[in-house]
């Protein structure tokens, strides 16, 4: 769990960048750790629309496990699971009203080592750069309410914000900013958001102290409701109903290290399901699945796109099935392409189609849409993404909330 800061060390981290591992830049002054966060409540209106949730975050580290002071600094754990702090915000955001999510990623990766990332940073913004982003927003335009968050380096947003700004168009949009900072708040940033979207409206919104992250859930989840968002359709509300109970449920998945497997069997209990596993002709061994290899089999795989050699994809009876979980882990923030080869094969007319996945971090993201883009038939729900290790009771209630 995060550690709380003590006292003696608040004059060492005011001129510390570590206050902007996820990244909460530079500090100004003592005083300033202790600021007051500022909300205010929106016009009523607000809560109309579509939701989108935006966020940058740079956790320094992925491992829980001995971690270095600026690493700590820069997450949230949680049940062995390590997000960057403002990750963490977006994700409890997103949780309370239904959002759809986006996560801001450059082209070219950032660095984690601290020192490099600080140095890289502080030049991004003496040269006023504009790193480019890696993904773009399908229908942007659908969007009313845009949460924007992001973390204080050296006193600003970090430049790829900026570039974020440049590419798309608030006009007539409310944008709700929100950050985590190690003493700095927002310095100044949701004025210069106003100034650089000028048609939109922009709400004060929410500022968290990294040393409150991680007990924050519930501040959050306070501050969202207070600003009348309401859930929307477009998250799990969205599936409510969505089992038939009189139908037959099937749930199929691949599983690379077994925390998707374990998923799949506690759905299929909970639901009375059948179970299909997808198995490569060729399976991955534990050297093939490291993704920090270049030249491992799932990087060579990654660079060269195709479909991967089943065992099987033909379900029997699979014309009886009304419903169907598909489960992954997440490979680059898409679906394990293992799967793709079982999308492609089977006709999912008439059939309501639940995605889940497993990562470490990683979000479901786009990869439930790119799959039903890759079937062109079936009702795709939006589905659901667990953690590795994810206690069974949670994955249950997830279930049951299906039949509701």
């Not at 016009?43 to 992925?62: I, Q, R």
């Not at 660079?303 to 050699?309: A, C, I, Q, R, T």
């Not at 419903?323 to 799967?339: D, L």
Request: hydrophobic share 35%.
């Amino acid at each position: 769990m995060k550690k709380v800061i003590v006292v003696l060390m608040s004059l060492v981290l005011v001129f510390a960048f570590a206050a902007c591992s996820n990244q909460q830049g530079a500090p100004n002054t003592s005083s300033q750790r202790n600021s007051q966060i500022n909300e205010i409540t929106p016009a009523p209106d607000h809560k109309n629309g579509n939701n989108l949730v935006v966020y940058f975050s740079m956790p320094e580290t992925t491992n829980p496990d001995n971690m270095t002071t600026e690493e700590d600094n820069s997450v949230v754990v949680i049940d062995g699971e390590v997000l960057g702090n403002t990750q963490y915000m977006a994700y409890v955001i997103r949780e309370t009203i239904g959002a759809d999510i986006f996560r801001i990623e450059p082209e070219i990766p950032y660095p984690t080592d601290h020192d490099t990332l600080v140095d890289l940073a502080k030049e991004e913004q003496n040269d006023k750069a504009r790193p480019k982003i890696k993904d773009k927003i399908e229908n942007f335009e659908s969007y009313k309410n845009v949460f924007i968050g992001y973390p204080n380096w050296w006193g600003d947003m970090p430049m790829i914000l900026y570039s974020f700004f440049d590419e798309y168009d608030f006009s007539e949009k409310t944008i709700i900013p929100f950050n985590t900072h190690g003493g700095s708040g927002f310095s100044g940033t949701v004025s210069t958001i106003q100034e650089l979207e000028p048609n939109a409206e922009v709400i004060e919104g929410k500022s968290i102290s990294r040393n409150d992250i991680q007990d924050a859930e519930q501040e959050i989840i306070a501050w969202v409701k207070s600003l009348g968002f309401e859930q929307q359709e477009s998250s799990s509300a969205a599936i409510s109903n969505s089992i038939d109970e009189t139908g037959k449920t099937l749930v199929v998945y691949y599983s690379a290290t077994g925390n998707t497997e374990n998923v799949a069997k506690t759905i299929a209990a909970a639901t009375n399901g059948d179970l299909f596993k997808l198995e490569p002709v060729d399976p991955y061994s534990n050297e093939d699945l490291d993704y920090t290899d270049d030249n491992s089999r799932v990087s060579r795989e990654h660079d060269n796109p195709g479909d991967v050699p089943l065992v099987s994809s033909i379900v029997g009876h699979w014309e009886e099935y009304d419903t169907v979980f598909i489960g992954y882990p997440i490979w680059w923030g898409i679906a394990a392409w293992p799967v793709d080869g079982f999308i492609k094969t089977n006709d999912f007319t008439g059939k309501t189609v639940i995605p889940f996945a497993t990562s470490a971090s990683s979000g479901l993201g786009e990869s439930g849409r790119l799959l039903a883009e890759m079937a062109g038939e079936g009702n795709w729900l939006e589905g659901r993404r667990f953690s590795s290790g994810t206690d069974e009771n949670e994955v249950i209630a997830w279930v049951e909330s299906l039949k509701n």
